[in-house]
């Protein structure tokens, strides 16, 4: 019924930028919570950035100051501006969001496939 489309993921050196977008689509009546998760082999995926239906926001203190979260709620879609990025900000990341859907009771959570970012020299 719905589905995460992610793209913007890459190769880039370190320093660059690169920038993540997570667009929902199907029988969607809103969406609350939307974030950012990203996984490296053997850990566990962890929170990047988090913004909610009234835009407040929540990142990782690794990530503070380099990365920005926002969205256009008219597209539901949501961004990651990734900036000054680092080695170890290589992983897949993936999108996650907090959905109601038409006729349907309560928020359903639902996973984009994942787009990996590489950041080396």
């Known amino acids: 019924q719905v589905q995460l489309v992610e793209s913007g993921g890459g190769w880039v050196q370190p320093g660059g930028s690169l920038r993540l977008s997570c667009a929902a689509s199907?029988?969607?009546?809103?969406?609350?919570?939307m974030g950012w998760y990203r996984q490296v082999p053997g850990k566990q995926r962890e929170l990047v950035a988090a913004?909610?239906?009234?835009?407040?926001?929540n990142l990782a203190d690794s990530v503070k100051g380099r990365f920005t979260i926002s969205r256009d709620n008219a597209k539901n879609t949501v961004y990651l501006q990734m900036n000054s990025l680092k080695p170890e900000d290589t992983a897949v990341y993936y999108c996650?969001?907090?959905?109601?859907?038409?006729?349907?009771?309560?928020?359903?959570?639902?996973w984009g496939q994942g787009t990996q970012v590489t950041v080396s020299s």
């Open positions: 199907g029988n969607i009546f809103s969406i609350n919570a």
């Open positions: 996650n969001a907090d959905i109601a859907i038409r006729g349907l009771p309560g928020n359903y959570n639902y």
């Open positions: 913004i909610r239906s009234g835009g407040s926001t």
